[in-house]
C-alpha cells in the first residue's frame, strides 16, 4: 500500500489499518511453540497484542463518531479489519484446541457471506455499514475470543511455581473445572448471535440481492 494512501486517511481509518497490520503478529506469536514444562511468553504475547487490536476497535469507532470522521471508506475498511481478526484468532484457537471447528466455522462462514453480500452492494454503487446488532456480534466474538486468550494464556502462567502454589492445589483444580466449559458458553452464544444478525443483514438488504 503506498505510504502517501495510508498519510491521507483519516485518525479512525489509520487505526483499522493498524488493526489489520498487527494480526498476523498475533498470529506469528501465537503459533511459536516451546517446551510444554516452560511458560510461552509468546502466546502471552500474542493475547496483549490481541487486547491492543480489540481496544483499537473501540477506539476507531469513538473517533468516526464522535468526530464527524464517518467515511465509506471507513464503513468498508471497518468491518473487514474485524472479521479478519477475529478469523485469525478463530484459527489459532482451533488449533490449540480450545474452540470447536464448527464453532468457528458458523461464525468464519456467516463472515464470508456477508462480505459476499457487502461487495454485490458495493458493486451496485452502495455501501453496506454495520449495523447495531452487528456490532453486538463483534463485541461478543470479542469478548468470547478475550475469555479464552486469557484463560490460555493464565494456563501458561501456572506453570510458573509461585503463582500455582499462590492459588493451591484446590484453587487450580476449580480453575481448570470451569475454564472450558466458560469458553464454549461464550462461544456458543457468539455463534448463535452471528447468525442471527447474519439473517437480519440479509432481510434488511433483501433488494440488493433482487437488483
Known sequence: MPVSFFMRLNVANKISMFRIFIIPVFMA???IKSDAATINYYRISAWIVFMIA???DLIDG???RNYEKVTKFGKLIDPIADKMLVTAALLCLVEANVVASWVAFLI???DIAISGLRIIAAANG???SASPLGKWKTALQLAAIITALTFYSFDEMLKINDIANGIGPAGVSIYKAY???IVNMLMYISAFISIVSG???F???KQVIKD
Open 203 to 205: 432481510k434488511k438488504n
Open 29 to 31: 506469536l501465537f503459533i
Open 62 to 64: 469513538y473517533y468516526a
Open 126 to 128: 452502495s455501501i453496506i
Open 108 to 110: 468464519i462462514g456467516r
Open 199 to 201: 439473517y437480519d443483514y
Open 54 to 56: 480489540a481496544i483499537s
Open 179 to 181: 475454564e472450558q466449559p
